[in-house]
């Protein structure tokens, strides 16, 4: 069929590929499958994603918890240095670790990737980043979608998007519900600055740099280069922590530290009744680490204290609120995971806020 200036133009004269993304997609298939979990039903190539509840039959009142993010302006960065495979897991982070405070476990999830021009080995690194995400969370890889976007999006561009859905038996959802004056703030130590506040780090830390000036290593970042410090992949915290939450350990609530820092994300895990004291500290600042590259791109900022600790999660990636009489066990508990826990706060009389001292 002809246009009616009698030229013949195809898809792909349009600016999409569709054999490149039939290879994009033979290119992931092995990374997907890896994901599987035992209620995986079929696999990719459907209309829609099939999972199997039947395994939860036994659940009391068993509730889905969904949860949406994407990457963020971090994406300019990995577009600039051309690092691609750990963006992914940021994306399945950013998702996963928002549902486990309920205490949910994350059972399914599904990305969306809108690039400018497809790349098979290109969509591939970003999709083996997103499998290694599902994998360390616990959960299967079991669809997405991929467009192709031009004249939209320049030929190098792209967007993450990502989908979760997990399961929590109601009578044993954790929450502010559970926080009681008296409770002690435990927290998870963060890779870095994970995926939020990257505007402010690109205008004051990449921005007038080279790809070679970023690669030099910084005696401020104890001799790491400011490109591998800021595309550190996020933490992914939600697989350990069901693990612990299926074993009983006694958690009041969790607070994943994302957007809004510490300031804006614990109150999240306290009722209406109650305040998170947290120990900033003076000068020597708090009882945890702070990653180097937080402090070298707050410092570049000019922030004040009450500002980086409204941007950046300031070295806590997750907190956890727990009995003060609990606190021993659960730490060893979370100690025998891997994570290295530390006190950072108390919870008080008060209305819902988090303040500091």
């Not at 054999?19 to 994009?24: F, H, K």
């Not at 290593?217 to 612990?244: F, H, N, Q, W």
Request: hydrophobic content about 40%; proline content about 5%.
């Amino acid at each position: 069929m002809q246009s009616q200036q009698g030229k013949h133009v195809t898809y792909a004269d349009a600016g999409v590929d569709v054999d490149e993304g039939a290879r994009a997609v033979d290119a992931i298939k092995e990374a997907v499958r890896q994901t599987n979990r035992p209620e995986v039903i079929g696999g990719l190539g459907g209309f829609g994603s099939c999972f199997s509840m039947k395994g939860f039959k036994d659940m009391e009142d068993p509730v889905l918890v969904s949860g949406t993010d994407g990457v963020g302006t971090k994406l300019a960065i990995a577009q600039l240095l051309d690092r691609h495979e750990t963006v992914g897991q940021d994306l399945v982070a950013m998702c996963v670790d928002d549902v486990v405070p309920i205490g949910a476990e994350p059972l399914f999830f599904l990305d969306y990737v809108a690039i400018g021009k497809l790349k098979a080995e290109h969509v591939a690194k970003i999709v083996g980043g997103i499998a290694e995400g599902c994998k360390l969370s616990g959960c299967a890889l079991v669809g997405g979608e991929m467009a192709e976007h031009p004249g939209v999006m320049d030929p190098d561009d792209y967007d993450l998007a990502g989908f979760v859905v997990g399961v929590v038996d109601r009578p044993k959802m954790i929450g502010p519900h559970k926080v009681n004056v008296g409770d002690v703030i435990l927290g998870l130590p963060s890779s870095g600055i994970h995926s939020n506040g990257y505007s402010l780090v690109r205008k004051v830390a990449i921005e007038g740099k080279s790809v070679e000036e970023l690669n030099q290593p910084l005696a401020e970042l104890g001799g790491e280069s400011l490109a591998d410090a800021v595309m550190r992949p996020t933490t992914i915290y939600a697989g350990k922590l069901v693990e612990l939450l299926k074993e009983g350990v006694p958690f009041h609530a969790m607070a994943h530290i994302t957007g809004g820092g510490i300031t804006e994300n614990l109150n999240r895990a306290l009722p209406s009744n109650v305040d998170a004291v947290v120990y900033r500290g003076g000068e020597d600042g708090p009882a945890w680490k702070v990653p180097p590259v937080i402090t070298y791109c707050a410092n570049a900022a000019g922030l004040t204290p009450d500002e980086a600790y409204k941007t950046f999660n300031m070295g806590v990636g997750m907190s956890v609120i727990v009995a003060k009489d609990d606190v021993d066990d659960v730490m060893a508990a979370l100690s025998s995971k891997g994570f290295e826990p530390f006190v950072m706060g108390e919870c008080v009389p008060g209305e819902g806020k988090v303040t500091y001292r």
